[in-house]
């Protein structure tokens, strides 16, 4: 029986994306939801495009209460049945409580090598502090942000004249390749890191 995910996103999906085309055939999961905490998430029309299920909770009308943005998530999330879920480029802090409810079973992506530069604008200071390397890791979440088991990083070197962006764009493709090799390892129950370059 496989394992259903919903990814949970902000923005673009491209995280998402690589996500959602990596579990065909042979692989131990299926997408069953893309929840979005923005309506306009350029994530949601292709997600739809193939034929994921999708819903949008904007988190704008709750203000700081988080408890009741997650409150209406509720709903959604009984009908998918998630067994895991995967943060994809999802912007909105959770409360412990709704962590607490999927302790173990939700990943998140964040692109630096934690447990440096937990938190924003991480390329930016990866450069300010002259490192020779960054990139993103997949990790369990946990209360704390940005703080739970890694399950796979992958490193990039950082070259002349980078800029933040172009950093972004270098880190970008490989948490296109390494989100989806963890969350297949994930979802066979394998816990082995997955570490690239290989
Ligand atoms: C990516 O930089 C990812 O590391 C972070 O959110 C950004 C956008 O991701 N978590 P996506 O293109 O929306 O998947």
Do not use: W
Not at 165 to 179: G, N, P, S
């Amino acid at each position: 029986m496989s394992k259903r995910v919903a990814i949970f996103i902000s923005g673009g999906g491209s995280n998402m994306l690589a996500l959602v085309r990596s579990m065909t055939g042979d692989h131990p999961a299926r997408p069953c939801l893309v929840l979005s905490n923005d309506p306009e998430a350029g994530g949601l029309a292709r997600a739809a495009e193939l034929g994921i299920p999708t819903v949008a909770v904007d988190h704008r009308p709750f203000g700081g209460d988080r408890a009741a943005f997650e409150a209406a998530l509720a709903p959604h999330l009984a009908a998918a049945r998630p067994d895991i879920i995967a943060l994809a480029g999802f912007m909105r802090v959770l409360t412990a409580g709704f962590v607490k409810r999927f302790e173990g079973r939700m990943l998140n992506i964040h692109p630096s090598l934690l447990p440096k530069y937990p938190r924003l604008h991480t390329h930016a200071r990866a450069l300010a502090a002259g490192d020779t390397e960054a990139g993103c890791s997949v990790h369990v979440v946990t209360p704390e942000l940005d703080d739970g088991p890694i399950l796979g990083q992958a490193r990039v070197p950082i070259l002349p004249g980078d800029t933040p962006e172009t950093l972004a764009a270098r880190v970008l493709k490989q948490e296109h390749i390494l989100y989806p090799a963890v969350l297949r390892r994930f979802a066979a129950g394998d816990r082995r890191p997955v570490l690239l370059p290989g």
